[in-house]
């Protein structure tokens, strides 16, 4: 079965400097798809980023911008210029065309 | 309003009820799911739904029953709640073609 491992509860960083949040993944599929989602406190889930496995190119959205590395089954985000906004616990999920699975979550704090 | 919507956003029951689990989507989106969400587990896929009258299990389906007779609801039912069972619960959907899946707000659950 396909796990999500994200070895960071939790992630503190200051306002205006980057953070870097891990995942691994373990899977045996070629055609995969990997997504971190953002959870703040009022419990929605919220889209940041995906990438498509096939390709290679990192995905980017606007302060937010992975590092994949497919060979190693790694998927980590990068959240620059922190804002107070950014807060939240952080999902980092997989999703096959029969699969659908999230990491346990790191919680991220930023001071102001 | 176009979007993910879940009832009751929260219930308690007691231990033996059955209870019902309402999720309604406007996108006429072809999948949808069912998570649950506890501490330390990230959110876990209970079941899923390519299209309707399709259903197929996930992660952890024991003591969960699913129906997906309309494209738009998909209503989870717990046949005779327990404790354990103690969780919020999300719902959420996707296209076919589009894999990053849409959350309804989540419905808190508690068993006693």
């Not at chain 1, 290679?56 to 992975?66: H, P, Y």
């Not at chain 2, 309003?1 to 309402?22: C, F, H, N, W």
């Not at chain 2, 501490?39 to 079941?47: D, E, N, Q, S, T």
């Not at chain 2, 076919?96 to 309804?104: I, R, S």
Request: some cysteine.
């Amino acid at each position: 079965a396909q796990t999500v491992t994200q070895s960071q509860p939790e992630m503190s960083v200051q306002e205006a400097e980057t953070v870097t949040l891990s995942c691994t993944y373990d899977t045996s599929e070629s055609d995969y798809y990997l997504f971190w989602y953002k959870q703040p406190p009022s419990r929605q889930m919220i889209l940041v980023i995906r990438q498509e496995a096939y390709k290679q190119q990192n995905a980017t959205e606007n302060r937010f911008s992975v590092n994949f590395q497919k060979a190693a089954k790694s998927f980590s985000l990068k959240i620059s210029d922190s804002q107070l906004g950014d807060a939240a616990m952080y999902f980092c999920a997989y999703r096959s065309s029969n699969d659908m699975r999230f990491g346990a979550g790191t919680r991220l704090t930023v001071k102001p | 309003d176009a979007g993910i919507t879940q009832s009751p956003r929260y219930k308690i029951t007691e231990t033996g009820r059955q209870v019902t689990l309402m999720c309604h989507q406007t996108w006429s989106h072809s999948y949808m799911f069912w998570y649950r969400q506890d501490l330390g587990h990230g959110l876990r896929l209970i079941y899923y739904s390519a299209a309707a009258d399709i259903t197929d299990k996930g992660e952890v389906p024991d003591g969960y029953v699913v129906s997906r007779s309309k494209t738009e609801n998909f209503p989870l039912t717990l046949e005779s709640a327990t404790r354990s069972q103690t969780s919020v619960y999300f719902c959420a959907s996707s296209g076919l073609a589009v894999y990053e899946q849409y959350f309804g707000p989540g419905t808190r659950l508690t068993v006693t």
